[in-house]
């Protein structure tokens, strides 16, 4: 018998809601991102990740973009058990700059992620 892949399982509509939480910054979109105990490193090894739902929250609106200055692209690049691999492109509009993201995001059984850690690098 083999386990469901569950980061398979979730990772689109995970992703979906987070563009949408991105769109609308509202806490209670943020919040139902993720586990309670969940930990939001915006780099790998992060002293400063965010950690639990209220602290992702206040580190998400601290860091904030509004909804008409980017746009987002994303596909799976492949995914193990609970853990998926996104490569992302982020364009920012106002002539900022454009950013080639790798996410890597566990989930846990609901499909809420309790891990996401981000490598984000500016295009030239």
Known sequence: MTEPETAREHIA????NYQAAWSSNRPEDIRALFTPDA????????????L????????????RDEPADWT???????????TAFVQGLTTYANDQPT????????????????SFTE??????
């Open 52 to 63: 639990g739902q209220d602290g992702i929250v206040e580190g998400w609106l601290a860091a």
């Open 99 to 114: 950013y080639d993201n790798l996410w890597v995001v566990r989930f846990d059984s609901s499909g809420r992620a309790n």
């Open 119 to 124: 490598w984000f690098m500016e295009r030239e």
């Open 72 to 82: 987002f692209s994303w596909k799976l690049l492949g995914a193990d058990g609970d």
């Open 13 to 16: 509509a995970w992703m979906e």
């Open 39 to 50: 930990r939001y490193e915006t780099r790998p090894g992060d002293p400063n990740a965010w």
